[in-house]
Every structure is written in structure tokens, then in C-alpha cells.
């Protein structure tokens, strides 16, 4: 994945400022006890297989504190890293390694655990038609960072938010009166963006092919009625799929033909990738 674009560097400073300010608030209570001038090198390793995100905020948390702080990377986001390998080296101004280890550290394991997830579900899927997708249900502000995480593992973003695709669902649709005027609706708002719909049946299938949506999403269809969708739509439109989707069932739901399959627990169900920082003092001159 090292041909992967970098990260808005605006929003990860925005991101790294809020995370620093909520640590430090009104200063370091624990940084007297150690030398202003001191300096100190640190190794981080991953206690566990992964893949590799977040570096670029881990730095910038860093940088915060030390601006002339040397950061030497073993692996790029995107790289698949084995149990036990050094991610990265450090060496700066000692209260900058303390003070901000636990904010980069936090970017770091939660991104790569976003990633590593999105890696095995993508790796599920390989050799069918199908592409992974994940959701918005991310973590509260920190919506683009796991965005960029879900890449870094080889799957594909949903729409970001509200504001760049469009998704009827059945609120939108009883608010509405009807599936068509509901579309009917959203096409006259916003002619450019994408619009999808939520279909619960195989009438509202119907429906929505008449309305010429742009994507329908199967929600909890059996897989055999989603074989029997992708024939009957025989590619008019992209198909998706969501709802109870699980590694252990991900690769027969592609196995049916559908486009793509959205997946919430890419960034919803985050467990952190267990990572460990070693510090090392070095001697104060004179």
C-alpha cells in the first residue's frame, strides 16, 4: 500500500492539538522530574502482527512538543508488520518523548487496529468482484483519520459524511410518502451527488430500479436472495450489501455477486493494536 496519498496535514494538526490539549490541559504535572534540557531516545514495537497507520500523526504529536525531535520510520502506513519488529526510532528532548508518548501511541493503535481489520476483510474478499467498504460509524472526531486507516488496510471508503453522497433510508422514505418521491426529492436538492437506497424487499428492489437510483443497498437479505437480486438487476446498478456481516461470513456474501459490502465494525469495534514505547535517558553533559 506505499502508493497510498498522505494525510491532510491541516487535519491531522487539528486532530493531534485537540488530543494534546485534553492530556496536557494546563501543563505536564509530572515533567519536573526531569532536567528541562535532558534528552532521551525511545523504540516502538508492535507486540503484535498489523498494519501500519497513523504515522503521521504519531510524529506530529511529537513534534508538538520538539520541533527538532529525529523520528526514523522501519515501515510505512500501509505495511504489514509482524509480532515483536521495531515500528520506528526516537531521539529528542526527553519531556517531549514522556509527555506526548501517550497521545501518539493512542493515534498509532487505534489507526492501525482500524487498518489491520480492513486488511482481513479485504484479504477475505480477494478474487471476487467485491469491495469492502466501511461506514460512519467511527469514532467521534476522528472520522477522517479512520477514513484514511480503512485505505491503509486495502478497502474503500463509504461516503465521508452527509454532505458528499446521499442515502434514503426507511425514515426518509415514510417522511417522504413514497420511495420515488423521496428520490425524486434528493435528485432535485442534489443532482451531482450519488444517491443510494436502503431496500428492505424485493418490491422495494423494484422501486428502486424504477427510480434509477444510482446504488441499492441490500439490507439483511439471506444470501440467497441476494443471488437472486444481482441477476434480476444484472448490473443496471452497483449492488451493496449490509447488515450482520462478519469475517466468518464475508467472503460467501461476495461468493453472491454483489458490488460492494459495507462494514461498521472496520471502525466501530476497535480493539488497539498493542504496541510498547522504551525510553532511554541519556547522560546530561558536564
Known sequence: MNDLLPPDAAVVAQDVARALSEDFGSGDATADLLPATAMASATVITREHAVLCGTAWFDACFRARDANLVIEWQARDGDRVAANSTLCTLRGNARALVGAERSALNFLQTLSATATVAAQFADAVRGTRTRILDTRKTLPGLRYAQ??????????????????????????????????????????????????????????????????????????????????????????????????????????????????????SLTKHVRAIDLSMRIRMEPQAG
Open 147 to 264: 477514513k484514511y486507516a480503512v485505505r491503509c488496510g486495502g478497502a474503500t471508503n463509504h461516503r465521508i459524511g452527509l454532505f458528499d453522497a446521499i442515502l434514503i433510508k426507511e425514515n426518509h422514505i415514510a417522511a417522504a410518502g413514497s420511495l420515488a418521491a423521496a428520490v425524486a426529492a434528493a435528485r432535485a436538492a442534489h443532482p451531482s451527488l450519488l444517491l443510494e437506497v436502503e431496500v428492505e424487499n424485493f418490491d422495494e428492489l423494484e422501486q428502486a430500479l424504477a427510480a434509477k437510483v444510482d446504488r441499492i443497498m441490500l439490507d439483511e437479505f439471506s444470501p440467497d436472495d441476494m443471488r437472486r437480486a444481482v441477476a434480476h438487476v444484472a448490473g443496471r446498478v452497483s449492488i451493496e450489501v449490509s447488515g450482520s456481516v462478519t469475517l466468518e461470513r464475508v467472503r460467501s456474501i461476495a461468493e453472491t455477486g454483489v458490488d460492494f459490502i459495507s462494514v461498521g
